[in-house]
Structures are given as structure tokens and as C-alpha cells.
């Protein structure tokens, strides 16, 4: 059963802690991006992996930080200097051969008490 | 000027007629675009892609670009009430295999 995972599905968190979300892939896909989304908003690119140990910042990477040692996993941890971390989290992934399609994980939704 | 721009809806249609989303973006060398289908509290699908001027169909789905006035749509044909969601535009813009997504626009089908 091939896909992308991602959990916990619900996070809560208090302020000045740090947390990390899990996305798991076994779709063999070499390159991985998480993304943020507030409601009513569109996609925004925190961080993106296109191969192992190597990953860039995307236009809101401020607050966050990730890692990226085995092809298959690219958590992200949201830290405490992150101001405004309540939000829906999705993780992509996409195969490196050909083609620029990415494909979603469930997404964390992750709300700060 | 926002890179990828939708007008955020909501789109009203009846059941059984064509909705029409569109998108249109600012980088004039931007090569790839695709359609995502976003329920209420759940992540993005993909609809469509398409790299080509011109129309692409898939079902009840028809993705139109025209790259010299920088727009992209998508139809949809025979609209269900299962197709009431958010459609996200996604553009590959500049390097590194990223993507630039509209705010979206929901769509409402009403029986």
C-alpha cells in the first residue's frame, strides 16, 4: 500500500514548546516539500528536500527547521520562535524521473493552546 | 502582483451544468501547471497537469492553457455536488521543481 503519511493527524501544542511532524514516504520519490496552509490561504513552501542530507528553505522557512537522512522521511519540527504555528501542515513528495507532479500526505493539523 | 491568482469564489452552478475555474499567473516562463481538488479538512489532489497550449481532457475534466495570456482553467462538465471543493492552481515557477498555488476557488454545486 503505497502513499505518503503523515502524523499525528491532530497536534496540540503550548506555547514556547517545539514539535515535530512526521511524513513518511514509500513511493521511492526523491524529492520531498512541506508546506503550510491558513484558511483561506493557498500553499505556502516552508522547506523542500530534492535528495538525502540536502534540503533548501522556501518563502516561510523562519521558525522551522527539518532533516532529511533517509530517502523515505522528512520531519519537520516547528519551533518555538515559529509566531504564528497554528495552521494545516502537508508534506508532498514527487518522484525525480521526468516529471514535476507532486503528490500530498494527509496533512497534521496543528493548533497552538 | 501575486504570482498565481484565482478569484477565491464561491462559484455557483446547478447540478449538471459546466463550472469554469481560472487561474492566471505572472512568470511567463513558467512550463508546467496543474489543477488540486481540496474537500473541507482535507489535503490538496490532483486534478489535471498540463504543459501544452491548448485543451487537455480527462474525463469531465478539461484543462485549457494559453501561455501567451498567461491563463490556465479548467472545466467541468456535468457538475455533481461531489464536486463541491476548493480547486487549487499550482504553477512551476523558476527552478529547484517548486510550486506557486493560487489561494484557490471554491466551487459550489447545488442541486
Known amino acids: 500500500d503505497g502513499g505518503i503519511t503523515q502524523s499525528p493527524k491532530y497536534l496540540f501544542r503550548k506555547e514556547g514548546q517545539n514539535v515535530t511532524l512526521s511524513c513518511e514516504q514509500n513511493l521511492n520519490h526523491d524529492a520531498m516539500y512541506w508546506y503550510r496552509q491558513d484558511p483561506g490561504q493557498g500553499l505556502r513552501l516552508i522547506y523542500y528536500s530534492q535528495i538525502v542530507n540536502d534540503f533548501q528553505k522556501g518563502d516561510i522557512a523562519e521558525g522551522y527547521s527539518v532533516s532529511r537522512e533517509k530517502k523515505e522521511s522528512f520531519p519537520l519540527t516547528v519551533t518555538s520562535a515559529q509566531k504564528n504555528p497554528t495552521a494545516f501542515y502537508l508534506c508532498a513528495s514527487r518522484a525525480d524521473r521526468g516529471t514535476d507532479t507532486q503528490y500530498f500526505g494527509p496533512g497534521t493539523r496543528l493548533t497552538v493552546l | ?111
Open chain 2, 1 to 111: 502582483q501575486k504570482e498565481v491568482e484565482q478569484n477565491s469564489g464561491p462559484l455557483s452552478v446547478p447540478e449538471g451544468a459546466i463550472a469554469s475555474l481560472n487561474c492566471t499567473y505572472s512568470d511567463r516562463v513558467s512550463q508546467s501547471f496543474f489543477w488540486y481538488r481540496q474537500y473541507s479538512g482535507k489535503s490538496p489532489e490532483l486534478i489535471m497537469s498540463i504543459y501544452s497550449n491548448g485543451d487537455k481532457e480527462d474525463g469531465r475534466f478539461t484543462a485549457q492553457l494559453n501561455k501567451a495570456s498567461q491563463y490556465v482553467s479548467l472545466l467541468i462538465r456535468d457538475s455533481q455536488p461531489s464536486d463541491s471543493a476548493t480547486y487549487l492552481c499550482a504553477v512551476r515557477t523558476g527552478g529547484g521543481n517548486k510550486l506557486t498555488f493560487g489561494t484557490g476557488t471554491q466551487l459550489k454545486v447545488e442541486l
